[in-house]
């Protein structure tokens, strides 16, 4: 059997069966995946965790691989619910289920739109080389993997808490990973047993027999319980991470700054780098041609080419980046709102009596991850699917058998991070007036 | 800015006797346009808001709002509310900014009638905010209604009065 490896520091192998999946590698070969190799995973994160420079090609590598993993334990049990293509669907929708990320990950989806409404999209469009490795495998396998993707979409239950859920392979693998690259190892958990414990059940609720839920057996609550913890930590220390944050909005100012420019045309317009000239255009594009360049690179180099734009603003912004300094941040203080806008205000109007605007040198980040609720949807009522929750299953448990996880005894240490958790508020500010803005703040 | 709103019209009184009071009155001046407004559900005591509730609840952990517990001989206890100094400084430096001016602006015209439900009897006020919210069109069916929710005969004297005290609020919606 010919197998197609690759090196994974997470698995120490991927692979891929060059027979049976030949279709797959086609797939891991077409430009808009190979794209993601130049589109770090952390966005900026790398400012903070000098180790985490991976990108979302590995990360995209690592779902498939949990996805072939999950697969064939399922299959031992449940192969009769596999429908023609469910298998060979999956697989691509684990595959391809960030292409859409524009430069920096999520660090500039403000300016470049949404990642998984266009992801759905490009696997759509029947110009692109995803779709026609898709077609030729199966001409209906386009629809298929995009109803997979979609929010909102009829495709069966137990597939779409695969790929998207609270307890899904795509957090499965970023939460390890990112751990591995950033060093903070709070990220790990025992993921084999997650994956290799799952199983499909079908839920009656009230006479009505439910679609097939993933469920994991009463012996996996702390190996989830781990998870959700990790996810925990990951948010706190990694994702939230205020010096990462305050680079992240610093690069979205620039490229907010240079859309205004762009957008008023002159000679700023026509020395943009082709991928960025999207930004006259306000950013979010769907054209392929525009979409296929537009990498963390090309980005990168114009902000370097900005350091010496006549902008002074954009020009500052930059070399305040590549520098990776003169930023400073607070946390907001309590109080009212009206209070908070109050000194807000003072706070600009400093800003601006020292030649500052504050659209561009102060930038708040508000910041708030639940690792769990219990009803995701968050609408009361509403019954739980192992989409918007985590179901355990035990045959001794009373009425079904089902138990949500937070409800399950033994892991009251949960409720210390189930449910919403407090925003963070934080302001990001030029590190020369820090002292006069703190005061401010606090005043 | 609904929690500005909020401690600007406790403000404006000595003392808001209890947050039932504040409810209801709040309930009230929402029909009649008030920009203050939240969401509402029929509870014991008539139409209440968990927003506003929240709003109470921040003002306080904000230092802006006193609330003063007064035990009552049912065994309950009514909270008595009034804006500290240190809230009304904080309103103060607000109402001076060119937001706080705009949103002054916008409560204003409501000042005099929260004085006047201040002053309300509590009990024509809570039936009163009870029918306002059974009324969809028809008055008699709301006092009915509210009869019935609140356990007094249907031409009891402050009962009709509650609902000329509600058709005042929403005519004037």
Redesign the interface.
Known sequence: MAQKLFRDPLYDYISIDRDKHTWLLDLVNCPELQRLRFISQLGLCQFTYPGSTHSRFSHSLGVMHLMMECLAHLKQDHRKDFKPLDEEALLAAALLHDIGHGPFSHATERVFGDHEARGVAMIRDPCLEIHKVLSKRAKSLPAKVAALLEKGSQAPLWQKSLISSQLDLDRLDYLRRDSLYSGAEYGNFDCFRITHTMELRTKTIEGRQQGLFVVWPDKSKFAIEEYLFSRFYMYQSVYFHHTTRAYEGLLDRILTRAQYLARNGGEFKTQLLAPLRILAGGGKTRNRRDFEGLTDHVVLAQITLWQECKDKILQDLCRRLLARKGIAWAEAPTGASFEMTRKIEAVRDYLKRQGKDSEYYFIEHASQATPYRPYSSGSAGEEQTSVNSIMLYNPRWRVTGFCEISQVSGLERLKAITGAQPTVLRYYFPKEHEPEIRRLLNG | ?K??WL?KLISCVDAVDSRKRLQKSIYLLQLSGSPLACDYILHYYGPYSFELASLID??N????IEETPEPLASGMVRYRSVVKESGKK??D??ER????RQ?RAQIEPFIEQFRNLNNQDPWILELAATVAFYHEGDWSEAQKQTAAFKKVRQDDKKLRQAVELARRFTRSA
């Not at chain 2, 952990?61 to 802006?64: D, E, H």
């Not at chain 2, 900014?97 to 706080?100: I, K, S």
Request: charged fraction near 20%; glycine fraction near 16%.
């Open positions: 800015m929690d500005y401690a921040q003002l952990g904000a230092g802006i904080a309103l430096e607000f900014t060119d937001r706080g949103l």
